[in-house]
Nanobody
């Protein structure tokens, strides 16, 4: 069992940066890949990025590649999403999630979810 709690969302202007945090608890946290999804109003939840716990490899959606960075602190059981050069189309509720897969872009493969944090980017 893994519990995830996001923080760090807010209202920013286009071009600004923001860092989201996800505090994880659970004895088996280190064996899960962790990542981020987002859901904008009226749209489906979509993959943003993830990080593999064993290799440290990261994976990103094309829409955020070169702007967003996933990282994890295994000692403090926290994962981060650094978001740079934010755009209005990045506005969404961002969710932290965990999966037993090494990598998956399919939200149905992710078994643990946080409650979400709102990110709003004004133009």
């Amino acid at each position: 069992q893994v519990q995830l709690v996001e923080s760090g969302g807010g209202l920013v202007q286009a071009g600004d940066s923001l860092r989201l945090s996800c505090a994880a608890s659970g004895r088996s946290f280190g064996s899960y890949s962790v990542g981020w999804f987002r859901q904008a109003p009226g749209k489906e939840r979509e993959f943003v990025g993830s990080i593999n716990p064993r290799t440290g490899n990261t994976y990103y959606a094309d829409s955020v590649k070169d702007r967003f960075t996933c990282s994890r602190d295994n000692v403090n059981h926290t994962i981060y999403l650094q978001m740079n050069s934010l755009k209005p189309e990045d506005t969404a509720v961002y969710y932290c999630a965990a999966t037993t897969y090494s990598v998956s872009y399919n939200r149905n493969d992710w078994v643990y979810w946080g409650q979400g944090t709102q990110v709003t980017v004004s133009s």
